[in-house]
């Protein structure tokens, strides 16, 4: 069944897909304006009930009483943990009021959601005009016909945040939350009558010395002008190519109206986008009459071969051997509602604190902003759709293969994306349910190959990559010739932070051997381990909180032991790193201190007991014979007892010289409260948000693990306080977020210690240009 007559059988309007407008960079405040198409950002000024109502669908009806919110937003705040998640899953109603600008008189009005959570109903001035299936993928709706162009209008938004079995991953229970609200970001696209849908760079022969690009784009309208497309470094124009346009009407191509593809030859040097350093340009088309600018739209895009093969993953030639985490896209209080900077810190952390090489969406497609962090820090990606084992009936079938086409589309210039996810999250086979997901991805995009999540060697493989979720140990052997694990670990061993050191570190060793054994074998393309923070999951899943802690970080973002791993996989020259998999403390073992496990990339190092040598170790290559820079494992003799106790410091040296050195307090006493923020300047818009980590210390800046004290807070200024107020450490740290208010002006945050009394931080708030609507 096509999906015309899908929508005409179900009787279900399901929204266009949310294309060019709010795809690679955040619109400006004030809207943007290219040619002859405006984006208007209207995510301030909503008006919102936690109780939805027949009447309030109406233009006239009186919402003076409603709460006044931003966008993201949450339906409800809830507890970081140990909540019921009933309490978020209702039925609530958005309103925006909005005036249209002079310059949309005569154009095509849209409006664009990214994300809302999980159904939604809209209705403009009265009018309804559909209801959009999916928590996960962006939509729209025109407005045009139904719009007053001198005065104001009313948009209402009916939001169904319950597990409808109808909408995929529901159906039967998955291992996470989902939580409720227009949760991404929204905005109104105004274009003329021919416009660009949407654009599709693919490069072409990028190892060949003479690199073309292949430009697709998806026109709608009559046309009888001409499309120019540029490619640009900056400001510079490094190739320009037009085609004229015979007028025709839409509705031949696979976005309803074909594709002109465009070609962009011999384009000389270009430097590839690569992990060390990940090489972004920007495509410009634009729709001309003549001299004049119908339309005009972007893109960015990397040059880059990326390909999976019989001896692991190659990019841009080199094999690389695949080093990642799971994520999932939710916070503490306020569950899916994070913009931006909180996004792009996310991808920071696994690129930078962690030296991850690839991420994957588990289990769906995440943020926009996330997407724009990993091409521009150099990770890459694995998306996939929405859905954890169920597979529903065939109108639900039908939602997920949309939901691949969204995803696609979206995506589809991101140089991080590598590999497309098109199976429900471990579910049992379905040949014909997988032949269509995988087709469709195939169609749309002919650059990538495809992969599909399952917990089974013996699936039907179906699409270009084995991608394996293998819990037990020793791994399987790789049963194709494209092969990736793409999680391990998670729930058979979930750790937190404020687990005794044997957990601890058995923990850093169950993700290290899985490591090292993918690397005996080039069949193994890597490895993503599940995963890369705790999450929020179902009562009957995690540890009876409504945790999982399976994370190598905690929910807040702050590192296990496990975490060191992965930060000591890097070359040294990026970072010199020595991680202890363990807190210093005689007796928090059974039978006190046996064995101190070190995550480093040096090749030896020196232990001290109050400055004492005691023992020097180089890297264990009997229990990690592969792997590049195995972890130390030192197994001192009755735990140094004739040493008596002390502090410990840790030597780390590469080639005979000292190259770094950390020290740990024997003391067992709290002597820090610390307190540091991810950012200090934010934007009054609303929305922004950026972390604050608390930490209690020793005297050499060491986490003390079993720190719980309550911190109180008092905030001056602009902005509000995202988590609980006092707020108790976990495992010694833990988080809160500081959000924007509409505002300029500075935020002063003072964090009181019951003991180690008060830290202040500052953060400047800068005005935000107001939204045209």
């Not at 996939?384 to 979206?410: C, F, L, S, T, Y």
């Not at 995963?531 to 009876?544: I, K, L, P, Q, R």
């Not at 410091?649 to 409260?673: E, L, T």
Request: net charge negative; proline share 6%; with cysteine.
């Amino acid at each position: 069944m096509d999906r015309r007559n899908f929508l005409k059988t179900t009787g279900v309007l399901l929204a266009g897909s949310s294309l060019a407008p709010t795809l690679d960079a955040a619109p400006l405040a004030t809207g943007s304006q290219s040619g002859g198409r405006l984006i208007l950002p209207m995510n301030r000024n909503w008006l919102y009930s936690p109780t939805a109502s027949e009447a309030a669908h109406s233009k006239d009806f009186d919402d003076s009483k409603f709460e006044r919110v931003v966008i993201p937003h949450t339906n409800i705040r809830l507890p970081w943990h140990s909540f019921d998640e009933k309490q978020y899953e209702f039925v609530s109603v958005y309103r925006r009021h909005f005036k249209l600008p002079a310059e949309a008189r005569g154009k095509k009005v849209f409006v664009d959601f990214e994300g809302v959570m999980t159904a939604s109903t809209v209705w403009l001035n009265g009018e309804r005009l559909g209801e959009y299936k999916g928590g996960y993928t962006p939509f729209h709706f025109e407005l045009t016909p139904h719009l007053n162009f001198d005065g104001e209008n009313v948009l209402a938004v009916e939001v169904d945040s319950t597990e409808r079995a109808d909408i995929p991953p529901f159906g039967n229970e998955i291992d996470y939350l989902t939580f409720g609200g227009i949760y991404r970001e929204v905005s109104l696209r105004v274009v003329p009558a021919t416009y660009i849908e949407n654009i599709f760079a693919r490069p072409a022969d990028v190892m060949s010395g003479h690199p073309s690009l292949n430009v697709d784009c998806f026109l709608s309208g009559s046309l009888g002008l001409t499309l120019e497309v540029q490619l640009l470094d900056g400001d510079r124009v490094m190739a320009k190519a037009s085609r004229n346009l015979e007028a025709r009407q839409r509705g031949n191509g696979p976005l309803g109206n074909g594709a002109t593809t465009v070609a962009l030859k011999d384009l000389g040097t270009v430097e590839l986008w690569d992990l060390a350093s990940p090489k972004l340009y920007t495509v410009r088309v634009r729709l001309l009459h003549g001299a004049d600018v119908i339309d005009e739209d972007t893109r960015r895009i990397g040059f880059r071969a990326a390909q999976f093969t019989d001896h692991g993953f190659e990019l841009n030639g080199k094999v690389i051997k695949l080093r990642g985490l799971d994520r999932h896209q939710t916070f503490p209080w306020v569950g899916q509602a994070m913009p931006g900077r909180s996004q792009r810190q996310d991808a920071k952390i696994l690129r930078h604190n962690l030296h991850c090489n690839i991420v994957r969406t588990s289990h769906y497609p995440q943020s926009r902003h996330f997407l724009d962090a990993c091409d521009e820090i150099g990770l890459l990606v694995l998306e996939e759709i929405p859905g954890w084992q169920h597979i529903g009936d065939e109108p639900w079938k039908q939602i997920a293969i949309d939901n691949v086409k969204r995803m696609i589309e979206r995506d589809w210039n991101h140089p991080s994306i590598i590999l497309w996810g098109v199976r429900i999250n471990e579910s049992k086979d379905d040949h014909d349910f997988y032949l269509r997901t995988n087709a469709m991805a195939h169609k749309l995009d002919t650059t990538r190959q495809t992969g599909g999540i399952r917990y089974f060697q013996e699936s039907e493989f179906l699409e270009d990559v084995f991608t394996m979720n293998d819990f037990g140990w020793p791994l399987k052997p790789p049963v194709h010739e494209r092969y990736l694990n793409t999680e391990f670990a998670g729930h058979t061993y979930p750790t937190k932070t404020i687990d005794n050191v044997e957990r601890l570190t058995e923990h850093t060793v169950r993700h290290a051997r899985v490591h090292d054994q993918l690397a005996s074998n080039p069949q193994y393309a890597g490895g993503i381990g599940w995963c890369a923070v705790d999450y929020n999951t179902h009562s009957n899943f995690g540890s009876g909180d409504r945790i999982c802690y399976h994370g190598v970080t905690d929910i807040f973002r702050e590192p296990k032991p496990a975490a060191g791993f992965y930060k000591s996989q890097c070359d040294p020259e990026e970072e010199v790193v020595l991680e202890p998999a363990f807190h210093w403390a005689r007796g928090d073992e059974s039978i006190g201190f046996s064995k101190a496990m070190v995550c480093s990339n040096c090749d030896h190092l020196k232990f001290y007991l109050d400055d004492e040598l005691v023992i020097e170790a180089d890297p264990d290559k009997e229990q990690f014979p592969h792997l590049k820079y195995a972890p130390f494992v030192v197994k001192p003799e009755g735990g140094h007892s004739r040493h008596g106790w002390g502090d410990l410091r840790i030597d780390g040296y590469i080639n005979g010289k000292q190259v770094i050195s950390k020290k740990f307090s024997g003391k067992g006493v709290d002597q820090k409260f610390v307190l540091l923020p991810d950012d200090t300047a934010l934007i009054a818009d609303g929305a922004d948000t950026t972390r604050v980590v608390l930490r209690v210390t020793d005297e050499f800046g060491r986490i003390r693990p079993f720190a719980a004290d309550p911190i109180a807070f008092h905030l001056e200024g602009p902005a509000e306080l995202i988590g609980d107020n006092p707020f108790a450490l976990v495992g010694g740290t833990g988080a809160v977020w500081i959000r924007a208010k509409e505002e300029p002006g500075t935020v002063r945050l003072e964090a009181k210690h019951p003991v180690l009394g008060s830290q202040q931080i500052e953060l400047q708030i800068g005005a935000a240009l107001p939204e045209p609507v």
